[in-house]
């Protein structure tokens, strides 16, 4: 059974820095692409970051610079660090294996 655990969302104020973790569990992960998206209220769900087996990184225009996407496979974990964070990045975050996706976690950014 596929399980993604995701963790660290909070509030924090705007400029502040946040690490997200989603913990995978019943997947061979280290072959696998892991990504994060986000939901803002009434807004569609958006892609965020990719990281793939390689390592290889993309990221959403909005997040580049900010936002660094890693993996530890020896913990079957992938990571979101959030830095400069702004309102506008408030939002439901969930990360993704294939058509697997975690809870999601909360992200409040306070102006």
């Known amino acids: 059974q596929v399980q993604l655990v995701e963790s660290g969302g909070g509030l924090v104020q705007a400029g502040g820095s946040l690490r997200l973790s989603c913990a995978a569990s019943?997947?061979?992960?280290?072959?696998?692409?892991m990504d994060w998206y986000r939901q803002a209220p009434q807004k569609q769900r958006e892609w965020v970051a990719t990281i793939t087996s390689g390592s290889s990184t993309s990221y959403a225009d909005s997040v580049k610079g900010r936002f660094t996407i890693s993996r530890d496979n020896a913990k079957s974990t992938v990571y979101l660090q959030m830095n400069s964070l702004k309102p506008e990045d408030t939002a439901v975050y969930y990360c993704r294996c294939g058509n697997y996706w975690g809870q999601g976690t909360q992200v409040t950014v306070s102006s």
């Open positions: 019943g997947i061979i992960f280290w072959i696998n692409t």
